[in-house]
T-cell receptor, first 114, second 112 residues
């Protein structure tokens, strides 16, 4: 049973560039949430996708956008990168079988903006 | 917005000792979850709690959902070196069952 997978594992970008991160949910899950984790802090909710729609959004600017595909995988896009966007980006999946609140995390993508 | 206060921030313990950490909020939470995160990795779910008063164990770990729905604790019995890591509490509040709100973490360091 494959868990949540994310790609790439690490990424280096420069200010102003755009980045796309990818996530495949755990088998049997249909909901994907994205979180940003700054160094030394707990993860912060960015948004959640369900049925290919953004269901809820946290306190993040419109530069952060996402997409969910029919196979439930998801992408996180960040435009006009700022130095402060450097963080670990985590994807979490959930589903009706285990409850929407019970979220399982992937290993994350470490983004460094120079 | 809703916040979780997690304590202690860090702790050193002797191998074999029991550990206790907790999480509190000023508002009601509907779900409490406890995660462990190792350096460079994503959080791993340890225990999920869904009802006030619920007490759940997972091996040497035990967690409880406070009866006021504003707190939760995690106990680790007979700690071992591989317990080292950062433990996060998380929960869903009254405003949303979709987003997890996280505490700031408890860093556990074990002296062998």
């Amino acid at each position: 049973d494959a868990g949540v997978t994310q790609s790439p594992t690490h990424l280096i970008k420069t200010r102003g560039q755009q980045v796309t991160l990818r996530c495949s949910p755990k088998s049997g899950h249909d909901t994907v949430s994205w979180y940003q984790q700054a160094l030394g802090q707990g993860p912060q909710f960015i948004f959640q996708y369900y049925e290919e729609e953004e269901r809820q959004r946290g306190n993040f600017p419109d530069r952060f956008s996402g997409h969910q595909f029919p196979n439930y995988s998801s992408e996180l896009n960040v435009n006009a990168l700022l130095l402060g966007d450097s963080a670990l980006y985590l994807c979490a999946s959930s589903g009706a079988g285990t409850g929407q609140e019970t979220q399982y995390f992937g290993p994350g993508t470490r983004l460094l903006v120079l | 917005g809703q916040q979780l206060n997690q304590s202690p921030q860090s702790m050193f313990i002797q191998e074999g000792e029991d550990v206790s950490m907790n999480c509190t909020s000023s508002s009601i939470f509907n779900t409490w979850l406890w995660y462990k995160q190792d350096p460079g990795e994503g959080p791993v779910l340890l225990i999920a709690l869904y009802k006030a008063g619920e007490l759940t164990s997972n091996g040497r770990l035990t967690a409880q959902f406070g009866i006021t729905r504003k707190d939760s604790f995690l106990n680790i019995s007979a700690s071992i070196p591989s317990d080292v890591g950062i433990y996060f509490c998380a929960g869903t509040g009254m405003d949303s069952s979709y987003k997890l709100i996280f505490g700031s973490g408890t860093r556990l360091l074990v002296r062998p």
